[in-house]
């Protein structure tokens, strides 16, 4: 017997038919019960997606809802940090492929430290913690572009001693050609390293933050699939 084939107007009619019965069944899951990422990699698996993507798209989730930190200096940002609060506590082989990761991501070797339950890995003023909770591990990642605060530190310091110096002497002397010179090339220099430190703040941050994101995501990944 020949398969039968249904038309357009048949196909729309049982898929209404089958939507309306699937809806008087009894619910099989909770409401609130959710999904987990094992029966996500499986309806994965059945669509053609890989169960490592479906992990990373769900640590990538995981990492969205951390808390992101800022620290700015005259409305720019010198600081930026990422929590994550992880599924469960790292083992020790998890926490060394952490460290790996973090010294490839940002092409540093950095130093351990481990204090009892606390581990952190520091290379200047990039920092990285792993702290316990009631339910697992926090991770806690933050750096300081310290050397850029400095450049506009001592700019902004150059262009107010400067201007406060030709105003004293200005008042007590009168406006000499000589000494607008000097402090106009003092002026010069206090604005450059100013510009210097400040201009690359944004993409360094940006830079940064995604970095410290793609860390958090691959970390709960690796962990979420054991």
């Given at each position: ?16 038919r ?5 809806q008087s ?52 940002p ?22 790996v ?48 605060r ?25 406006a000499?050609p ?6 106009g ?29 793609d ?12």
């Open positions: 017997m020949a398969e039968r084939r249904y038309s357009e107007e048949e196909v729309a009619a049982i898929f209404e089958a939507a309306q019965s699937q069944l009894p619910r099989q899951r909770a409401p609130n019960e959710g999904m987990t990422l094992a029966q996500l990699q499986e309806i994965g698996r059945e669509v053609g997606i890989p169960a490592e993507l479906v992990a990373q798209a769900a640590g990538a989730l995981t990492v969205a809802e951390g808390r992101a930190t800022e620290r700015k200096l005259l409305g720019l010198v600081g930026v940090g990422r929590t994550v609060e992880l599924p469960r506590r790292i083992t020790d082989d998890e926490w060394e492929r952490l460290v990761d973090l010294r490839e991501t940002f092409d540093a070797r950095g130093r351990v430290r481990e204090e009892g339950s606390l581990r952190s890995w520091n290379n200047g003023n990039l920092q990285a913690l792993i702290e316990p909770t009631a339910t697992g591990h926090r991770l806690r990642l933050r750096t300081l572009n310290g050397q850029a400095s450049f506009m530190g001592t700019g902004a310091a150059l262009l107010v001693g400067g201007w406060v110096t030709i105003l004293i002497r200005v008042l007590g002397e009168g000499q000589g000494l607008l010179t000097k402090m090339l003092l002026l010069s220099v206090g604005v450059g390293m100013f510009a210097f430190g400040a201009l690359r703040l944004p993409s360094w941050a940006r830079l940064r933050r995604q970095q410290m994101e860390v958090a995501g691959r970390l709960i990944a690796a962990i979420s699939q054991r």
